[in-house]
């Protein structure tokens, strides 16, 4: 280990209270700290701020990180002052007496990072103000908002390109994204970066997100039996309608829950203390569309849960990531329909993007709907879909209530000997037209009609043959290519089972979505528990001191200690100082303002 390495590690401990690095920190944090440019794409929740805050602490200078939320600045800014780092922020929104600090701090030369808005960044008070400052190293947070094949683009991130070149330095670049895809990578190298980076990918995996779907029955009552299953807990209900976020925030409350509501239709105001209510207490279910979401850094969401089929696997993925950041046990549930499913694809069809876009926006929808239908383990068909391979993860819906199968290795030969016959060049509605039998227009144009396949799969319906496609492609049988009309390709292993080396089973039940009931009567699992071995009583207590302290100085309840921190006081019960250091999240700063405090309640615990 280098020593500047060495250094990095011990501050991981003094500073953070971490016990040592994430899988994936220490090796970025090693490359920042040699002085390569980097581009880092990890998962939500897998730590990426760290490699950035640590190297800027590790070394002298001011480190630039840029930002496009101002919420997420804050909290951030609020988490390092709160370990004793001397950090601030400059945006629009901060009050005058603040902004001053911040300039006051950055003359002396005493600030270590600095968070920026980018439009921020584009003034040339901004640029004149950093090109006197020491500033060493550019951390552009997500920086897949550079790019416009993504959800996020942002016109002023391409403007950081050229950031280093007028403040009038070199400038080490960080940039960092949870976005998986290859077209946004390229167009994130592309833009950020003179010559080409570093690269770091992180595994996918979030192994402590319980992942299950489940065919809409009777949609709110499904949500109101789920969010009352996680009383008291932190959550996210996202709806696909402003006026289904309205009346489920309205029925929740009713019930006596603490739900808020959340979307683009309603007063800044009203979003903006409903966004404090769920960032700072505990226990509050956000009802919202997706405008919420980029900004919400809460470690201890204890559950997402999708009222509607969210919009792509992207989607999906960026969403659930929210919940568990903190690393403690979290669950998520997608209820989905058919209905859904056609609104999602005509989103797609009348939307104004380009050919190519809508065709991966196709195909990440396809992957979305392949996960719902998965016939197999839906954390290893998540992870396939971004290139990993992966075990069954045993606590999936699908790991642990199992789920109808047949033999459908003859559908499966049916399928896939239409897309050789048509020489892999379709489509799926063109393949479900043959294999149905049915005379469109393109099948007569093609003389598909004359196929020996034309016609097999008429004892099916579209819909099935639809879902058959989706399991298909979720088991890795066909695979989509993306650069080409979205054509269907048979792979090895579809070879495997088209020649009739191997077999494959199918979900029994077809298109679940569309039949009534397809999942009633089977037990819902139990969450995971979020507790073992510490002590409850306790636990509240020191809950309840944290709230206070908390309160007392208007920050978030996690900034005072994160969730998997009181677990580990109320399971360690640390007697002195000492011991309380070598729990998880305490550093020097919070055990010195916090540290009696915490062990008073602890020993009066033990009394
Ligand atoms: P991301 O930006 O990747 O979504 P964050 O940087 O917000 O994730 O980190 C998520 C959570 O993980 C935070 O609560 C953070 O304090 C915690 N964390 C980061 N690194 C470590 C570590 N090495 N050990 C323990 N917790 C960590
Ligand atoms: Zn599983």
């Not at 007697?575 to 055990?591: N, Q």
Request: glycine content about 10%; overall charge neutral.
């Amino acid at each position: 280990m280098s020593d500047d390495l060495a250094n990095a590690s011990a501050l991981l401990h003094t500073v953070f209270g971490f016990g040592g690095f994430r899988p994936g920190q220490e090796e970025i944090v090693s490359a920042v700290l040699a002085g390569e440019n980097v581009l880092a794409v990890m998962p939500t929740g897998s730590g990426k701020s760290l490699c950035y805050q640590l190297p800027a602490i590790a070394r002298p200078g001011l480190t630039l990180v840029v930002s496009p939320l101002i919420a997420l600045m804050r909290d951030q800014v609020r988490a390092l002052t709160a370990a004793g780092v001397v950090a601030g922020s400059l945006n629009s929104s901060n009050e005058w007496g603040e902004n001053a600090r911040v300039l006051g701090l950055l003359r002396r030369r005493e600030l270590r990072l600095l968070y920026v808005a980018p439009e921020r960044l584009a003034r040339p008070d901004t640029i004149e103000m950093l090109a006197e400052s020491d500033v060493r190293m550019m951390a552009i947070d997500e920086a897949h908002c550079v790019s416009q094949w993504g959800h996020d683009f942002r016109p002023e991130y391409l403007t950081l390109g050229n950031l280093a070149r007028q403040i009038g330095g070199t400038l080490q670049t960080l940039a960092l994204t949870a976005t998986a895809d290859a077209p946004t990578r390229g167009d994130i190298v592309d833009k950020l970066f003179a010559a080409p980076p570093r690269i770091f990918v992180r595994s996918f995996d979030r192994p402590n997100l319980r992942l299950s779907f489940k065919p809409k029955e009777h949609s709110t009552r499904q949500v109101f039996a789920y969010v009352r299953a996680h009383a008291g807990e932190s959550g996210i209900v996202y709806c696909a309608s402003r006026r289904k976020v309205e009346e489920l925030a309205t029925g929740l409350a009713a019930a006596g829950l603490r739900a808020l509501p959340y979307h683009a239709g309603l007063d800044k105001s009203v979003r903006d203390a409903n966004q404090d209510a769920f960032q700072q207490d505990d226990g509050v279910v956000m009802t919202a569309t997706v405008a919420f979401g980029m900004g919400i850094d809460k470690p201890d969401v204890r559950f997402v849960c999708h009222a509607d089929l969210p919009a792509n696997v992207e989607a999906y993925y960026q969403e659930i990531g929210r919940a568990g950041r903190d690393g403690l046990p979290a669950d998520t549930l997608t209820l989905y329909s058919l209905g859904d499913m056609q609104l999602r694809r005509q989103q797609i069809e009348q939307g104004e993007q380009s050919d190519e876009r809508k065709r991966i926006e196709r195909q990440r929808l396809g992957a979305l709907l392949s996960l719902a239908e998965a016939p197999r383990c839906r954390r290893q068909t998540l992870l396939a879909y971004f290139g990993e391979a992966s075990q069954p993860c045993g606590h999936c819906d699908l790991c642990q209530e199992g789920v109808e199968l047949f033999d459908g290795t003859i559908e499966a030969q049916k399928a896939m000997s239409a897309i050789v016959r048509t020489g892999e060049r379709f489509g799926m509605e063109h393949v479900v037209a043959i294999l149905t039998g049915e005379r469109t227009e393109n099948v007569l144009k093609f003389n598909h009609d004359r196929l020996p396949t034309f016609g097999v799969g008429a004892d099916r319906k579209a819909a099935e043959w639809r879902s058959i496609f989706r399991q298909l492609s979720a088991t890795g049988l066909i695979s989509q290519d993306l650069m080409e009309h979205g054509r269907w390709l048979v792979t090895d292993e579809g070879w495997r089972v088209l020649k009739g080396k191997a077999r494959i089973e199918l979900r029994k039940n077809l298109a679940s979505a569309t039949s009534k009931g397809a999942g009633r009567g089977r037990k819902a699992a139990a969450p995971p528990p979020a507790v073992a071995g510490a002590d409850e009583a306790l636990l509240g207590a020191l809950k309840a001191l944290r709230t206070r302290l908390a309160q007392a100085q208007k920050v978030p309840a996690y900034v005072v200690f994160s969730d998997r921190t009181l677990v580990e006081l109320a399971t360690h019960r640390p007697g002195t100082p000492g011991a309380m250091r070598e729990i998880h999240g305490v550093g020097d700063a919070k055990l010195d303002r916090y540290g009696d405090a915490f062990l008073e309640v602890i020993r009066g615990a033990a009394g």
